[in-house]
């Protein structure tokens, strides 16, 4: 299935002229689920007579000025169109050789996040984390999605806890979504310019967006995958702290909150060599402090990780950061549903490559 792609500039996306992209070296994208969105372009320069002077092409356009808006959209036959950037350019790096007949550009730019990062703020906030990115997202022109209140924390009252931010507010959020077990991320879907915040716990339940074949070889549209596992990490958490009433609050953990991905959870996997640890935090009552051990277990249960690389116009859809996707063919232990964690495309004249990583909390049958 033949894959394209189209880059869009400005703030009202406008597609790049057709000639522009006989100049384009190389386009890589990576989405990330727990990192900014970014972006490098690649083009080759040259020597422009004008006007008595002599200048370079390329360097000084309005389209990769600083904070210049800049987008790329794919589309794999047979399946929609996917945003997969939405950003502005931070930065440049020039290679003149004498003569520039080896010359290029290199343009490096982060998704819209980059703007939540602008300043460094201090407030206080009273309502629930969710409400608080909902906030902080409407403040930058952003959509919100119904499922960043879903599994809230409690709200923080002036009486008790009250919550402070000394941060910019994508490191603000970043941190909150940490502590809770979520997900922070600004994104695009289909279109550029329509970017909507997630402050979402991970949705592990559903029907696989993309699915990658190793085997049987004649159906296989993926060559090689790396698997690897790692049990040395917390599967139980015991949590014990004062309370505001200058109680002894409990509040420990044995489960995420997150449905597994397969048959055998960490602590099932490790069997009777259950790692433990210990967490104290400054909460009102157990249940937030319950919560807050959750999260532990959430961010260490991604104990399995899958690496591969495909040519898209193998697949029936690009995949994304967040959505999961399913192996097959790679024995009872490894195949089944991931979590994609992050995706990487780089793009040329020849070829669209994807690089992948899938994250999964459970093993199969042993």
Known sequence: MPSSFQLLFGDEASPAAPAFYDRVTSVEVEENADLPGAIQLTVPISTQAAAGSEDLSEVGEDRFKPYARIAVVVKVDGGGEA???DGYVLAHKLHVDRG???????VWGQD???????EEKVRDWKATDGNIANTIFGEYGFGTTETNTKDDSPDHPEDKHLLIQRAT????????????GKLFRVCCDTRAGTNVGYFITPNLEGTP?????????HASNVDTLDFEWDVARPAEVVAQTLGSTKDTL????????LPPLDSRSLATFTGTHVMKTRLTAAVDDAGELRGRAAS?????????????????????????VGTLAQINGAG???????????????ITAHAHRVKFVLMRNAVGAA
């Open 209 to 217: 967006a993309v699915t990658f074949t190793l085997n049987p070889t």
């Open 296 to 320: 532990v277990l959430r961010e260490a249960g991604w104990f399995v990780k899958c690496v591969g690389e495909v040519d898209l116009a193998r697949l029936p859809a690009v995949p994304r």
């Open 332 to 346: 009872r232990l490894h195949s089944g549903k991931y979590f994609v964690w992050s995706v990487r495309h780089a």
């Open 83 to 85: 945003c997969i950037f």
């Open 100 to 106: 520039t007949t080896a010359s290029s550009l290199q």
């Open 169 to 180: 507010d994508a490191q603000f959020l970043r941190d909150r979504a940490r502590r809770a």
């Open 112 to 118: 819209v996040t980059c703007l939540m990062n602008l």
């Open 250 to 257: 409990d509040g420990g953990a044995r489960d995420s909150g």
